[in-house]
């Protein structure tokens, strides 16, 4: 019997429980919380920073994942190379969560995200890469003009409080002497 084949009889397989892409994620001392789970994104013409969170459970050993992100040609956009873990038993499952930094998504369509197990693809999804509609562009400049509007309006706010705070001539009361 090969060394692979004795490997592979003394651990077993786990399942991929979840795999999750989010824009933010929270696991301080606690079960993970996923934020902004998406499925789409609207073409944002800027880098784009996510996470995509890998749940592994019911398996025992030594393992590799990797993740192959690909664009809508199919040509590679970005891969996570293989990433090692173990689990020690069955009942206890591991999050491999992977920060994908500032990624370019230059065209238009459907990137497909696949996970593989030890070579092996296990899971394939695909995320929606697409141009923000007429709507969706006139919403985001209303929002962004009443973010600035509310913005400008605290800062004169604070202004007034400040000139409130500060000493006037008046309020120093200077005396004047010959």
């Known amino acids: 019997m090969k060394k692979s084949e004795e490997v592979e009889k003394m651990s077993k397989k786990p399942v991929l429980q979840f795999s999750i892409p989010c824009l933010e994620l929270e696991t301080e001392d606690k079960p993970p919380i996923f ?3 998406f499925y789409e ?38 891969s996570t190379g293989k990433q090692d873990f173990e689990l020690k038993q069955r009942n206890i499952p591991q ?3 992977n920060y994908f930094k500032d ?21 394939e999804y695909i995320i929606i890469v697409r141009q923000l509609t007429a709507e ?9 003009q009443q973010t600035q509007a509310t913005q400008n309006k605290q800062k004169v706010e604070e202004k007034r ?18």
């Open 95 to 97: 999050l491999m969560v």
């Open 41 to 78: 994104l609207p073409y944002p013409n800027a880098p784009v920073s996510f996470y995509i969170a890998n749940g592994w459970s019911n398996g025992e050993g030594s393992f590799t994942q990797e993740i192959v992100i690909k664009k809508p040609s199919g040509s590679k956009l970005v």
């Open 161 to 178: 409080e400040e000139q409130k705070k500060s000493p006037t001539s008046e309020d120093e009361g200077f005396l004047i002497s010959g």
């Open 103 to 123: 990624i370019q998504f230059d065209e238009f369509g459907d990137y497909t995200i696949e996970v593989f197990l030890n070579d092996e693809k296990v899971m």
């Open 35 to 37: 934020s902004y789970v």
């Open 136 to 144: 969706e562009i006139a919403r985001f400049l209303e929002v962004s």
